[in-house]
C-alpha cells in the first residue's frame, strides 16, 4: 500500500478518500490535513464525481488528532488550518460525504465522521469524544453539532464522559444510517453511494444545499467561540499534562490551570 497519508480514487462516479495511517490509528497530524484539503478540492472539481465516500486504512477509522503532532506543537496546524480539524469539519462542500467506519472513531475522528452527510459502520465499530479526559474539548464539530443532531442529554452525556458507546446506540440515536456486519462497512457506503450518483447532480447539488440551511446559521455563529475555548484550552497546562498523560500512558494529574 501506498505511504501516502491519504489515499483517493476514483471510480463510476464515485470518491473514495482513505486516512492511510493505520500504524498511527489513521491520527490527524499535519500531513493528513494537506492531503485531506487536496483530497476533496477534488472532489469538488471533477464534474465526474457524483458523491464521496471517507474511510480509514486497517481496523479502524480514525483515533483522532495525532497527539504526538499535537505535544510536539502542532496543534495549531491540525485544528486551525484551512477548513478547521483534518482539513474538513468546517469545508463548505456541495457533494454528499459518507463515512464508512470499522473498528472505532474517536475524538476529531468521530467528529469527521459527524462531518459527512451519511454514515454506516461495522457491528462491532465504537465511538467517543473523549477530550475531557485529556484536558481538552470536542472544538472540531463535536460540541456544536452533537446537540443539534441527537437529544440535548444524551449530548450531553457523550460530550462530559468522554465514554465509548457502540454502534448498536449510534444507530438507535440518529447518528448511523446502517449498521452492517464488520469488515462490510466500505461495501454498504459504495452501495448507498451508488444510488445517489445515478440521480441529477444538480438535483442533488440542491438538496445538499437546502438540508445544510438546517445547521448552516448555528454553525457560523458558533464556530468562532468554538475556536476561541479550543485555542484557550489548548493553552492551558492541564492541556499539556493530558497530552503527556496519555503518551506516556498514565493516569493525567490535573490542576485546573
Same mark, same amino acid.
Given at each position: ?129 473523549? *477530550? ?45 444510517? !446502517? ?37 448552516? *446559521? ?6 468562532? *467561540? ?21 503518551? *506516556? !500512558? ?8
Amino acid at each position: 500500500m501506498s505511504n501516502d497519508p491519504v489515499l483517493y480514487s476514483v471510480a463510476d462516479g464515485i470518491a473514495t478518500i482513505t486516512l492511510n495511517r493505520p500504524d498511527q490509528r489513521n491520527a490527524i497530524n499535519p500531513a493528513v490535513c494537506d492531503a485531506m484539503r487536496d483530497a476533496f478540492d477534488k472532489v469538488e472539481a471533477d464534474p465526474d464525481v457524483r458523491v464521496a465516500i471517507l474511510t480509514g486504512a486497517g481496523k479502524l477509522f480514525c483515533a483522532g488528532m495525532d497527539l504526538k503532532a499535537f505535544a510536539g506543537g502542532a496543534g495549531d496546524e491540525i485544528l486551525f488550518g484551512q477548513y478547521g480539524f483534518g482539513g474538513f469539519v468546517n469545508r463548505a462542500r456541495t457533494k454528499p460525504v459518507i463515512a464508512a467506519v470499522e473498528g472505532a472513531a474517536l475524538a476529531g475522528g468521530f467528529e469527521m465522521m459527524l462531518t459527512c452527510d451519511l454514515a454506516i459502520a461495522g457491528q462491532s465499530a465504537q465511538f467517543a469524544l473523549p *477530550e475531557p479526559t485529556i484536558g481538552l474539548v470536542a472544538g472540531a464539530g463535536g460540541a456544536i453539532r452533537l446537540p443539534h443532531y441527537i437529544s440535548r442529554v444524551r449530548a450531553n452525556e457523550i460530550l462530559l464522559t468522554g465514554a465509548a458507546f457502540g454502534a448498536s446506540d449510534a444507530a438507535d440515536w440518529g447518528l448511523l444510517n !446502517k449498521v452492517v456486519p464488520d469488515g462490510g462497512a466500505l461495501a454498504a457506503a459504495q452501495t448507498l453511494a451508488a444510488q445517489i450518483a445515478r440521480n441529477a447532480p444538480l438535483a442533488v447539488r440542491a438538496t445538499m444545499a437546502l438540508s445544510a440551511m438546517v445547521y448552516a *446559521e448555528d454553525e457560523a455563529r458558533n464556530w468562532p *467561540e468554538n475556536d476561541r475555548l479550543i485555542k484557550e484550552l489548548g493553552q492551558s497546562a492541564d492541556a499539556r499534562e493530558g497530552a503527556r498523560a496519555f503518551v *506516556e !500512558k498514565r493516569p493525567p494529574v490535573w490542576k485546573g490551570t
